[in-house]
């Protein structure tokens, strides 16, 4: 048995609601992005000398190697590491630290300066063909901080919230997610037949600035250095960061979209790593069978053995696939963010 279009999307064909995404990292590469090793090697290359130091006095301490061919331990660890540091000794070197390695994985997102959006477009196209004429919302969630997605919208034509309103300088109001756009005649409101997404940023974004407790987007000039940015550090103790202002409402948001708005989850280029997704947002929805997810992974996920034991959740890597709690015994290639893309193609 493979995966087909109709067990990722049942009743597709008659339209998009209640379907969603769920992306990670893995769908940003074939743009131009960085994964998660040549991400570390990139930022930990960077790092200003003295701060150099500083990392190497951490992880002689923890008698911790970093190997800077293989980037490993990953920027997660190694951000967790000077972290704990700050926070246990309040030395100023060690929140130094912290906020070069934000500034620098900043940096490297910025750094591509002409990412391929041609399969984000596809992608986009393809859902666009399949709303037949009719008013759709489809959700996206994503942990990425790059803006492709707006991107490509911008090239196919279609309306994208990301939780913040108002013209050039736009500020956080999750509120715009259940908006909807129409024209009303005589009290009656009729929507727009046309394709609404939903992008829930959980980690945030480039284009998010932050200025003191406020955060507003713009993308007028990502690449300007005057603001520092609303993202979350790339961590393995991510969940404090996702308590304070926005990420919490976008949880919370996200909470509420899953098993009601979108039902049927195509998890892609998701790696499964972020225990506060998979324990906040995934298990309780697949354990209350709220959700029905389809994970496509280059790589079986570490927390594999969890998510087979939900009846709801099936899975697609390159040499085998796990649909009905059963292995098939053949791959699929729909772990590439190119190959989902001209798949959903009507």
């Known amino acids: ?192 037949p046309e394709l609404h997404i939903n992008i829930i940023k959980l980690h945030g974004s480039v284009s998010w600035l932050k200025n003191g407790s406020h955060v507003f987007e713009s993308g007028l000039d990502l690449r300007s250095a005057t603001s520092e940015r609303a993202l979350v550090l790339p961590r393995r103790r991510k969940v404090m960061d996702t308590l304070s202002e926005p990420f919490d409402r976008l949880f919370t948001q996200a909470s509420r979209t899953l098993g009601k708005n979108c039902q049927f989850v195509v998890a892609c280029g998701f790696s499964f790593g972020d225990k506060h997704i998979n324990d906040q947002l995934i298990f309780p929805k697949l354990s209350a069978r709220r959700i029905r997810m389809t994970a496509l992974c280059g790589e079986e996920p570490g927390c594999f053995d969890e998510l087979i034991k939900f009846p709801s959740f099936s899975a697609g890597f390159p040499a085998r696939c796990f649909i009905d709690q059963k292995d098939t015994g053949t791959g699929t290639n729909l772990w590439k963010f190119s190959a989902l893309a001209q798949f959903i193609e009507p």
Do not use: C, W
């Open 1 to 192: 048995m493979s995966i087909t279009l109709s067990l990722l999307f049942p009743g597709i064909e008659a339209g998009l609601n209640r379907i969603g995404f769920l992306f990670g990292a893995g769908t940003s590469k074939e743009a131009g992005y960085p994964l998660m090793g040549d991400l570390t090697k990139a930022v930990v290359s960077n790092l200003h000398p003295l701060l150099r130091v500083t990392l190497d006095e951490i992880l002689t301490a923890k008698a911790i190697v970093y190997d800077p061919v293989a980037g490993t331990p990953n920027i997660e660890i190694l951000s967790d590491l000077v972290t704990e540091y700050f926070v246990t000794t309040q030395e100023s070197k060690y929140g130094d630290l912290e906020s070069e390695i934000r500034k620098l994985i900043v940096d490297v997102v910025l750094s591509v300066t002409t990412p391929d959006i041609s399969h984000h477009v596809r992608f986009l196209e393809a859902l666009k063909k399949r709303t037949h004429g009719t008013a759709s919302t489809v959700t996206i969630l994503t942990t990425n901080y790059d803006v492709l997605f707006e991107l490509a919208a911008s090239e196919v034509g279609i309306r994208i919230e990301t939780g913040f309103d108002g013209p050039l300088r736009r500020v956080f109001d999750p509120a715009v997610f259940d908006l909807a756009r129409g024209t009303v005649e005589n009290t009656r409101f009729t929507h727009r």
